[in-house]
């Protein structure tokens, strides 16, 4: 499907037809096994959360600078925007930065969202931010893990830095979160762009305390990217892993068998049952707002449009059309834009 001009699409907008006109067909497990086999691969030891926070307070916002634990040795830093009106409790909104970025990049986000009357979270993803001793150095860390990850021989010990280690964060971010007394437990949102909306769809498609998600250019179909040849801009977000990879395998380049090889240790059945096709079915009915970019090399439209699609079957089955939405920008490659910012506060302030 080509998008020549600005769209915003519902579910009776798009034809199944025509999104999945030039797509793989998959077969998914059942969305009760992809979501216990999904929570079965993340799982590890539970650790008191022990949250400690510095509280800085202003005429407009109350702002919250600390931690969580979300492993025995995995200290989550956190970023929390709170009203200054003094309700008893604030839906909230958990919002994530992108490869290379910190949470302090959603300043602006969880300004805008406490002006709405809503609660502001954000966190450094692994090997991002603050959890690098000295600060992060844009992405360098987080290729360096990735690297390590797929070097490591021990099988009982296998780390997943590359995205799925930030989901499990997420969902202990969320037992945080549902804690505090000036939180409402059943009006939370997650969001976020690039990086930051694949590990949201990750983390909220199986966690249905999450009742609102906005996906900013990172909705897409991975094994697509793999069959049809466009796979090297998502390679290229942990390029030096996948160049070790290479290497490691024999290859003097980057091609689809060793990129895939990647994904398989990394990310496991990636291209399967926890691609995004498969576990955005899983968000209905709850209220889900995607946004992407015509000519995004990283999540590649006709990759999107299967994910859409895959959830926009299970949203009308659910008689919950009017809860998910689309916006793709024309032209546009791999950049989130001040629309795209407005449009999620708006959703967000919509069904919160």
Same mark, same amino acid.
């Given at each position: 499907m080509l998008f020549k001009i600005k769209i915003l699409c519902t579910a009776a907008a798009l034809s199944f037809g025509t999104l999945f006109s030039s797509a793989q067909q998959i077969n998914y497990p059942p969305a009760d096994k992809v979501a216990a086999d999904f929570k079965k691969l993340l799982e /590890?030891? /539970?650790? +008191? !959360?022990?949250?400690?926070?510095?509280?800085?307070?202003?005429?407009?916002?109350?702002?919250?600078?600390?931690?969580? &634990?979300?492993? #025995?040795?995995? /200290?989550?830093?956190?970023?929390? &925007?709170?009203?200054?009106? @003094?309700?008893?409790? &604030?839906?909230?909104?958990?919002?994530?930065?992108?490869?290379?970025? =910190? =949470?302090?990049? *959603?300043?602006?986000?969880? &300004?805008?969202?406490? #002006?709405?009357?809503?609660?502001?979270?954000s966190i450094d993803a692994r090997f991002h931010g603050e959890r690098i001793a000295g600060g992060a150095h844009g992405s360098k860390e987080y290729v360096a893990a990735a690297t390590a990850a797929w070097e490591n021989k021990d099988k009982a010990h296998q780390t997943h830095p590359f995205l799925f280690d930030t989901a499990f964060d997420l969902w202990r971010v969320t037992d945080y979160l549902t804690s505090r007394p000036d939180v409402d437990p059943n009006r939370l949102g997650m969001g976020g762009i690039s990086m930051g909306g694949i590990e949201t769809w990750l983390a909220s498609s199986v966690d249905k305390r999450i009742k609102v998600i906005v996906l900013d250019i990172s909705v897409q179909s991975f094994q697509w990217s793999l069959d049809n040849d466009k796979w090297q801009a998502r390679a290229g977000t942990i390029q030096g892993a996948h160049l070790q990879a290479a290497k490691d395998l024999g290859?003097? $380049?980057?091609?689809?068998? *060793?990129? #895939? $090889?990647?994904?398989? #240790?990394?990310?496991? *059945?990636?291209?399967?049952?926890?691609?995004?096709?498969?576990?955005?079915?899983?968000?209905? +009915? /709850?209220? !889900?707002?995607?946004? @992407?970019?015509?000519?995004?090399? *990283?999540?590649?439209?006709?990759? $999107?449009?299967?994910a859409y699609a895959s959830a926009m079957q299970v949203y009308t089955a659910q008689k919950a059309s009017n809860k998910i939405n689309r916006d793709v920008t024309p032209k546009l490659f791999h950049t989130s834009t001040p629309q795209h910012f407005r449009m999620t506060l708006d959703w967000f302030s919509k069904w919160l």
């Amino acid at each position: 499907m080509l998008f020549k001009i600005k769209i915003l699409c519902t579910a009776a907008a798009l034809s199944f037809g025509t999104l999945f006109s030039s797509a793989q067909q998959i077969n998914y497990p059942p969305a009760d096994k992809v979501a216990a086999d999904f929570k079965k691969l993340l799982e /590890r030891p /539970r650790v +008191p !959360l022990n949250p400690s926070f510095d509280i800085t307070k202003t005429d407009s916002v109350i702002i919250e600078h600390g931690f969580i &634990y979300s492993e #025995k040795n995995e /200290r989550v830093p956190i970023l929390i &925007y709170k009203p200054v009106t @003094g309700l008893k409790s &604030y839906p909230a909104v958990i919002f994530l930065h992108g490869t290379g970025g =910190k =949470k302090e990049d *959603n300043k602006g986000m969880l &300004y805008q969202l406490v #002006k709405k009357g809503i609660m502001g979270v954000s966190i450094d993803a692994r090997f991002h931010g603050e959890r690098i001793a000295g600060g992060a150095h844009g992405s360098k860390e987080y290729v360096a893990a990735a690297t390590a990850a797929w070097e490591n021989k021990d099988k009982a010990h296998q780390t997943h830095p590359f995205l799925f280690d930030t989901a499990f964060d997420l969902w202990r971010v969320t037992d945080y979160l549902t804690s505090r007394p000036d939180v409402d437990p059943n009006r939370l949102g997650m969001g976020g762009i690039s990086m930051g909306g694949i590990e949201t769809w990750l983390a909220s498609s199986v966690d249905k305390r999450i009742k609102v998600i906005v996906l900013d250019i990172s909705v897409q179909s991975f094994q697509w990217s793999l069959d049809n040849d466009k796979w090297q801009a998502r390679a290229g977000t942990i390029q030096g892993a996948h160049l070790q990879a290479a290497k490691d395998l024999g290859d003097s $380049a980057l091609n689809k068998r *060793n990129v #895939k $090889a990647v994904w398989d #240790k990394l990310l496991p *059945n990636i291209t399967g049952e926890f691609d995004c096709p498969s576990l955005l079915r899983l968000m209905a +009915p /709850r209220a !889900l707002l995607v946004i @992407g970019t015509e000519n995004d090399p *990283n999540c590649p439209l006709p990759g $999107a449009n299967i994910a859409y699609a895959s959830a926009m079957q299970v949203y009308t089955a659910q008689k919950a059309s009017n809860k998910i939405n689309r916006d793709v920008t024309p032209k546009l490659f791999h950049t989130s834009t001040p629309q795209h910012f407005r449009m999620t506060l708006d959703w967000f302030s919509k069904w919160l």
